[in-house]
């Protein structure tokens, strides 16, 4: 099977003002689970195209309650009540933090390897979830 790619999900992450990055990284967030391809499609197609949570703020605001019935419909049977606050944790961490960093690794004053360190401080993303978020977004690399 091949991978999942940002265009497939119409994710275009070169543009800051449409959460491209944002995007690719909840995306990339679901693919990297113990799931089924097309149920991690599922589950982002259904929290951002269908319910707007596009950007780390809207998803940080969302309830867990929420998180979990929106995962449930795109067809999580298991891990929907951790999965649903690993997503609101990352939703909170981005908020505050994605594009102060992303800005510091593209003006250099902080190194790809301490953001891909940031990255992996969240639970939920391991290796496989980094591999897969840079496989398409090259940050401070023109």
Same mark, same amino acid.
């Given at each position: 099977m091949?991978p999942?790619t940002?265009?497939e999900?119409?994710i275009?992450?070169?543009?800051p003002?449409?959460?491209?990055?944002?995007?690719?990284?909840?995306a990339s967030?679901?693919?990297?689970?113990?799931?089924r391809?097309?149920?991690?499609?599922?589950a982002? @197609?259904?929290?951002v195209?269908?319910?707007?949570?596009?950007t780390? $703020?809207?998803? +940080?605001?969302c309830? #867990?309650r929420d998180? %979990? @019935?929106?995962l449930?419909?795109?067809?999580?049977a298991?891990?929907? $009540?951790?999965? +649903?606050?690993?997503? #609101?944790?990352?939703? %909170?961490?981005?908020?505050?933090?994605?594009?102060s960093?992303?800005?510091?690794?593209?003006?250099?004053?902080?190194?790809?390897?301490?953001f891909?360190?940031?990255l992996?401080?969240?639970?939920?993303?391991?290796p496989?979830?980094?591999?897969?978020?840079?496989?398409?977004?090259?940050?401070?690399?023109?």
């Open positions: 091949t999942i940002a265009a999900l119409g275009a992450i070169s543009q003002t449409a959460h491209g990055l944002y995007k690719w990284l909840l967030f679901l693919i990297g689970k113990r799931i391809s097309s149920v991690a499609f599922e982002y @197609r259904n929290l195209d269908r319910h707007g949570l596009d780390p $703020e809207k998803l +940080a605001g309830t #867990h998180l %979990v @019935r929106l449930g419909q795109a067809g999580y298991r891990y929907d $009540e951790s999965t +649903a606050t690993r997503l #609101h944790e990352l939703g %909170v961490g981005l908020a505050a933090e994605l594009e960093r992303t800005n510091a690794v593209e003006s250099g004053s902080m190194k790809s390897a301490e891909d360190a940031w992996l401080s969240f639970k939920g993303i391991g496989k979830t980094l591999e897969i978020f840079k496989r398409e977004a090259v940050l401070g690399e023109k």
